[in-house]
């Protein structure tokens, strides 16, 4: 007996028809709503440079470059001008302390030294005259004194003999009076002759101390006016090589001119040039280093010329310890200085991507090698070599440190070998 095949609801052809097209659809839902939106770019890994960020110590110190110079620079200026007659020594060669190095004529100060002696030979015979005047005066005044005391006692025998015969009256009144005014007068005499005396004794002692005090003053100044004639021949202060001599036979120089150096090679050290960003963190005692001939040396800031010229001042830096040998005057050494303490920190390696990114961001390969992503970061303190990482990376993780520059706003990079181009 026949049996009715109920026809079935669903068929396979049917779940297909519905599945296909809801799997479609829960495909693109899914990476709509899931897949990597960011911007990507291949790249190829032997083309970049990747570090590992670490944790060591951590030295700030930027780069400078020195000169040598000698430790020690005597500059020979002109004490007085004048015209070059005579050089007794060439630049560059050694000189010892006291050596004539060069000689200048002054005709004007040879006058003028010819005009101070006479003016003082004028002032110590008016000095003499005015002693000669006051001895003679002093003469001249006890031999007044002499003649008014001689008189004084005359007249004093003549009134007392007259006044006794007055009061016996022997005489007449007027003669005794006479005897006696005589007698007052010589006395008043004597007094206002003294008191004259002594008014001129401190007159004429006043104008000798006055005539001293200039004489002493003339010869002084005389003396000050010779000493700049024997500077008309420089001499050197200190032994050492003469760098430097501007004079010509003939030349005319002026008082404070300058006329050459003498270095004193006992010893180097570095002048430095520092950016004047700096400036408020160099002090004395701050340390550097530098190679030469394959050797590593330390020096010291010994001292620091605050004035900035041209964006930049200056330092002094002494060696510490023996100085290089071999090393001359003029010589350009690139330096690291120190800025800092040294202290523990997380490094990151410098690299072209700072010229981009500022230190503000980084691509960060992910522990699978095969790609890597932007990272927001922030970078402190720096030396020539590595970055003090203060936030955004750990240790161990890897970084792209080569330049940025062809990637443009990138978020990802797909990192490929050789082998998978291939």
Known sequence: MDRIIEKKKWTLKKILWIAVPLVIVLAVLFIFLFSDKRSKLNVQQDRITISTVTKGPFQEFIPVSGTVIPIKTIYLDAIEGGR???????????????????????????LDIMYREAELFQQSNNLRNTRLAMEQNLLTLRAQLLEIDYQIKQQKRVFDRKEELWKKNLIAEEEFQEARDRYQYLTKNMQITLASHEQDSLFRQSQIEQLESSLRRMEHNLEIVKENLDNLTLRAPVTGQLTSLNAEIGESKNRGQRLGQIDVLDGFKVRVGIDEHYISRIN???KGEFTFAEKDYHLVIEKIYPEVINGRFEVDMLFVGKEPEGIRRGQTTHIRLELGDLSDAILLTKGG????????????VDKSGNFAIKRDIRL???????????????VGEQVIISSYESYGDIEKLILKTSNENQ
């Open 84 to 110: 070059v007659e005579t050089i007794f020594k060439e630049a560059g060669g050694f000189v010892k302390k006291g050596d004539k190095i060069l000689k200048l004529g002054n005709t004007n100060l040879l």
């Open 284 to 286: 004395l005692g701050q």
């Open 353 to 364: 991507f700072y010229q981009k990114t500022g230190g503000q961001w980084v691509f960060v």
């Open 380 to 394: 402190g303190r720096q030396n020539p070599d590595v970055f003090e990482v203060l936030d955004g990376l750990h």
